[in-house]
């Protein structure tokens, strides 16, 4: 029955509509359209609690306005409960025709709600010459999971890669490479990023140290700017030799992030002067001691004094804000978003306020598009200070990688698992990924959390490769159930008696299932990709307690089926979830 599209109107939808329309019949007419106010309950399965929302408006007590909504709630065994609370319960067949319509249903019976909304995300933005870091997972991470669940409802997403291939450190790398033609960088694959990055470092202690030098590097960006043929060819070695250990970092992590996102900032360099000039003319920037300007209301620092926005430098060269003010402009008139999303960390926040401000009154940013600073924390070492090497030096994003895996390894070898070394490597490569995506995923994106390999890397727990393991232990079952080694969960057959009696396992494992698409849709209200990680833990968790109460695999007639058909559904919701997150989700751990 794959392939094919079920309407399926999620359970917790159809009792808001019921309580809705039964509210109409107790309240007055201007508060017809009323919030049900409809969550999940550890009483009931449903609680619904407009009454008490209404109730000062009304002149009545919560409780006796819930005592007349229950009347018109006949088919949810409804009861009030409290100051006014009113419990509901869903009959059997409802259910089981939720879980039969999702588990034959392509996309589980999630519906694109976001279909036509276009959608760009700027996220990861590495820059060209320097390895990429611990600083850049959370970006990476985080953006690459809202990418896919906005794409997964139906938006129309741009991905893009604000990389840092432009500026004076780009004269002084040149300049110094020029000057030093023993040196050869090129063509040592993943090394090449770690040599210019010592490079880097070296050539800035020269600029900092040699004033001639320094002389002689800004004459270079001059030269790169102007469009030198012989110091732009090197330019573009360096931005390609680095987009190719980005793209080899992202191939690793599983970020969707290619070629075609890559959006440098040398691509605004040439829009930077009508920026400023049609600021200066709105009379929205200003001139201060040589540079170019604006302020925003309320926005003031220590002091007491306005903080400016630099727009362009006293040396003439251009801010940040210049080149964001240049992307706003792009993604607005070019790609016609009606959303932005800027996925960079917390310490930004005072710059993107400001940003959005100036663009707004520029009208470069209209009203109806929403440009939001998708914000975050910091990653910590076990000391909670930020993550250092033991030498104090920042992290590589390839050695958080390598830790997880080496942890991962450490935890087979000590197991029988009756693995091939090449499925143990693959398994290693899966589980790294999870340990280190997940970790960091399922913290509120606000908050900062301490890297702990051993943690991540646990089998049980709220974990990664607790999940992974709890999507291979259901394919297991559903394996052993259909006598084929072959068979994947996802290619159970769906059979689903819709008169059978629940069990509470059953029935807690039915609901959590239904909320699916509402944890997606949490997701993309909320940016936070920490809502998708719980209810896959929950899901888990809830898959757990009804396989120790329900046998499955001993079971007989319509039993079987039913229970397999919810092994089947969790299995594929599982492994959608976790793809969400750009988490692989393999059949055997």
């Known amino acids: 029955m794959k392939g094919i599209r079920v309407t399926s109107v999620a359970i917790k939808d159809q009792v808001e509509v019921a309580v809705r329309a039964a509210l109409t019949q107790v309240l007055p007419a201007e508060l017809a359209d009323a919030d ?39 088919r949810y065994g409804a009861e009030v409960s409290g100051p006014g609370f009113v419990n509901l319960t869903v009959a059997d067949d409802v259910v089981w025709r939720a879980v039969a319509c999702r588990a034959t249903d392509d996309r589980l019976g999630v519906s694109s709600p976001r279909s ?100 002689r590097s800004r004459a270079r960006v001059i030269a790169l700017q102007a469009g030198d043929d012989r110091t732009v060819a090197t330019w573009r070695d360096l931005v390609a030799e680095s987009e190719k250990a980005f793209e080899a970092v992202y191939a690793r992590l599983g970020i969707l992030l290619d070629d075609g996102d890559f959006d440098g900032e040398s691509r605004y360099n040439r829009s930077l002067p009508g920026v400023v000039d049609e600021l200066l003319a709105a009379g929205i920037a200003s001139e201060s001691d040589g540079a170019v300007v604006a302020f925003t209301d309320d926005v003031n620092g220590p002091d007491g004094a306005p903080t400016p926005l630099i727009i362009r430098k006293k040396d003439g060269g251009y801010g940040y804000a210049a080149t964001d003010l240049a992307t706003i402009r792009l993604r607005v008139d070019e790609y016609r978003a009606d959303r932005i999303l800027y996925v960079v960390d917390t310490r930004q926040a005072l710059h993107f306020r400001m940003v959005f401000n100036v663009a707004r009154r520029a009208g470069w940013l209209p009203v109806k598009v929403h440009a939001e600073h998708v914000q975050f924390g910091t990653v910590l070492g076990t000391d909670g200070r930020p993550f250092k090497t033991r030498a104090g030096k920042t992290v590589r994003l390839a050695d958080l990688l390598d830790d997880a895996e080496t942890a991962v390894r450490g935890i087979l070898q000590e197991r029988e698992h009756g693995f091939t070394q090449s499925e143990v490597d693959s398994v290693v490569r899966a589980a790294g990924v999870a340990a280190v995506k997940y970790a960091d995923l399922n913290n509120t994106r606000t908050k900062d959390y301490v890297f702990d390999v051993d943690q991540m890397v646990a089998t049980t727990g709220n974990t990664g490769v607790y999940l992974q393991y709890a999507h291979a232990r259901v394919c297991s079952i559903l394996r052993r159930a259909t006598g084929d080694s072959a068979v994947a969960g996802s290619d159970a057959e769906i059979r689903v008696d819709e008169t059978l009696p629940l069990h509470p396992a059953e029935r807690a494992l039915g609901l959590i299932l239904d909320g699916f698409e509402q944890a997606l849709r949490d997701v993309t209200d909320t940016l936070e990709p920490h809502r998708l990680c719980g209810y896959l833990y929950d899901l888990a968790t809830a898959f ?5 109460a329900c046998p499955v695999v001993k079971a007989e007639g319509a039993t079987r089926s039913n229970r397999l058909a919810l092994c089947a559904l969790t299995e594929r919701t599982l492994a959608v979830g976790l793809d969400l997150l750009g988490i692989p989700a393999p059949e055997r751990m």
């Open 36 to 74: 049900p106010v409809v969550r999940r309950s550890d009483h009931a399965d449903f609680q619904a609690n407009g009454a008490l929302a209404v109730a000062k408006d009304v002149g009545r007590s919560p409780r006796s306005i819930a005592q007349d909504l229950i009347v018109g709630l006949p």
């Open 544 to 548: 757990t307690r009804f396989y120790d």
């Open 116 to 215: 036509g909304e276009r959608v760009v995300v700027d996220y990861s933005a590495p820059n060209v010459a320097k390895q990429m870091h611990v600083g850049h997972l959370r970006s990476s991470v985080i953006g690459d999971a809202l990418v896919r669940v906005f794409d997964h409802l139906g938006s129309d997403v741009t991905r893009q890669n604000h990389i840092g291939d432009w500026g004076t450190q780009f004269g002084m790398l040149i300049r110094y490479l020029d000057e030093h033609p023993e040196v050869d960088w090129q063509g040592q694959g993943v090394e090449t990023m770690s040599a210019l990055d010592s490079l880097y470092k070296v050539a800035r202690t020269e600029f900092e140290a040699d004033a001639a030098f320094a002389d």
